[in-house]
């Protein structure tokens, strides 16, 4: 053992798959993994050693919905920002989310292999990055930003900081689909329902033909990879269920038979309930226009039914935040609002392995077992009987370790 091996001892480990914690628990770290686990295993000769004190370890949380490159709410500033300010922008954002304990973050259109790149070679101090290019929508669609008396062709989806690119045609489709699977994408994004933050599409427009989504599909499958689908409508939803997607993105207006359909296909639900609680309470401050503005309630009265009918229909639920510029300060508010109905270990397994499997890290991240990375927040108590000491800003915890590195530490070299 070397000064390289950290060991951390007397820890309460919280283990997501079971919902309960294991006493006086030591962790081995070693090239930024877990290296083994054990009760009561006291620290090698020549490792670095931190004594907990009985102190809560848990796998660093998963975001599976944001937009990284959304630095304001203003969706065509950040399309126009030149990509190098984006990039910096985003990096910024990152760090910011890895402060309050998320440790691995889905982006859903926008952020690039630079940005994945920058934060493995450590030039930003973010959370591991999971990407799927520009999120795929017709013209006219969610990620059509033009005003319906602009001809303009197109939009900017070159930039960093579009979040979208218009793909009209099966041939398109596939084109688009197997140019960001070249350029590094883990699955697929498409916009198969209307949206609130988009001008010219009402949230119940179906969008995409089934040909279109069954190209992405097969695209996706061919590279052994998912497509991810923005849906609200119970319509939507099921088309998507039936045409193979995976990823289902909101959910807001799901009806219990889709819920349970969907959870027949092994879908995997990400609702983000509290984009629309911040949407509601500043969205018009922040410069968000009338249109989205009266679109808001009906998604937002809906929200709360919809987690009620996916648990019981037993369909996966990963935690998702999708929050645009200055309402990112909402972040963890969305733990607050799966509490209304979900238990604790619901939430924290929806924060750890029901992310993990959706960002295809299954025993790589929202674990804590051997061979896993070493990504894990210390606490001060225990999250599974008071859920929110994971929804404050990050200063309440101990602890944040992002693959076997400190990015926060109050624990001192013993822990006391």
Sequence with gaps: MTQDTLVLTGARLLDPAAGALTDNVSIRIEDGRIADTGIGTPAPDGAREIALDGRVVMPGMIDCHMHVVAETLALWDNMIAPSSLAALRAARVMEETLSRGFTTIRDLG????????????GLIAGPRLIICGKGLSTTGGHCDLRARTDDRPGIMSERLGSMGVLVDGVDEVRRVCRTYIKEGARFIKIMANGGVSSPNDPIHSIQFSRDEILAAVEEAENAGLYVSAHVYTDRAIRRC???????????????????????EHGCVAVPTLVAYEALAREGAALGLGADS??????????????????????LPMAFGSDLLGGLRKYHCLEIDLLAEVLNPAEIIRSLTLTGAALCGLEGEAGVIAPGASA???????????????????????????????????????GGR
Excluded: W, Y
């Design 293 to 314: 503005i009266a679109k808001i309630d009906t998604v937002r009265e809906g929200g709360r039914r919809s987690l009620e009918r996916m648990r019981a229909a037993g």
């Design 110 to 121: 926008g952020a690039d292999h630079g940005l994945v790149l920058g934060v493995e070679e």
């Design 241 to 263: 269920v039936e045409l193979g997607v995976h990823s289902l993105e909101h959910c807001n207006l799901i009806e219990p038979e889709t819920a349970a359909f969907a959870a």
């Design 375 to 413: 990504d894990l927040l210390v606490l001060d108590g225990n999250p599974l009987t008071d859920i929110s000491l994971l929804a404050g800003d990050g200063a309440h915890l101990c602890a944040i370790m992002t693959r076997g590195r400190f990015f926060k530490n109050t624990l001192g070299e």
